[in-house]
């Protein structure tokens, strides 16, 4: 079974340029999330879909961060305008089922974004 | 929202011996606790997880304790082997059975060294 496929694994920008990160998760998989992990922290949940909609962004940035997962199948995030505290690996995660109590979650292997 | 946190956040100990990582979370309606071993450069793997109504699992060499009253949880790794070593997550999820998405919020990480 293929994984959760993510890219580009590296990727350098200016401050105030825009990035997109591409997600295609494991096939048959319902929910799919975006994660922000800092270094030295925990990753953090940015986005949550089920299917092709929006269950959980109350911790997205708004402002400047938006994703989409139009077909229900892969999905981009992308920063505009970007910000030194952007700096982090984007990981993209889905399960078979929308409650984590039930449906492990498997990870792509990040995006590492630098924001200079 | 739910607060995790976890201790220490750096661990050596000499091959053989064991290991044990700390997680107190804040938010009592939690009920769904997985671990996640994340080696150098590559993607988050749940390698156990509990649910609040069991105090304990074992899965060979690894097993996780639950005090629902306290809080707190911890992941004990036994005879520990240079394969080991990594980063590893504590997360929780509160369980709610219908509406908005549930949170799944990650611990800070903990790096363990296996010594030969």
């Known amino acids: 079974e293929a994984g959760v496929a993510q890219s580009p694994r590296y990727k350098i920008i200016e401050k105030r340029q825009s990035v997109a990160f591409w997600c295609n998760p494991i096939?048959?998989?319902?929910?799919l999330y975006w994660y922000q992990q800092i270094l030295g922290q925990g990753p953090k949940l940015l986005i949550q879909?089920?299917?092709?909609?929006?269950?959980?962004d109350s911790q997205l940035p708004k402002d400047r961060f938006s994703a989409e997962r139009l077909k229900g199948v892969d999905s981009t995030l992308k920063i505009q305008p970007a910000k030194l505290e952007d700096s982090a690996v984007y990981l993209c995660a889905s399960s078979k089922r929308r409650d984590f109590n039930t449906g492990e979650l498997f990870f792509g292997e990040g995006s590492r974004l630098t924001v200079l | 929202g739910e607060n995790v946190e976890q201790h220490p956040s750096t661990l050596s100990v000499q091959e053989g011996d064991s290991a044990v990582i700390k997680c107190t979370y804040s938010d009592s309606a939690s009920n769904y606790f997985p671990w996640y071993k994340q080696e150098l450069g590559k993607r988050p793997q749940l390698i156990i997880d509990i649910r609040s109504n069991v105090g304990e699992k074992k899965d060979q060499r690894i097993a996780v304790t639950l005090n629902k009253t306290a809080k707190h949880f911890s992941l004990h790794i036994t005879e520990t082997q240079p394969e080991d070593s990594a980063v590893y997550f504590c997360?929780?999820?509160?369980?709610?059975?219908?509406?908005?998405?549930?949170?799944?919020?990650f611990g800070s990480g903990t790096q363990l060294t296996v010594l030969p």
């Open positions: 997360a929780a999820s509160n369980g709610e059975s219908s509406g908005s998405a549930r949170q799944l919020t």
């Open positions: 879909f089920q299917n092709n909609g929006v269950v959980d």
């Open positions: 096939s048959g998989h319902a929910t």
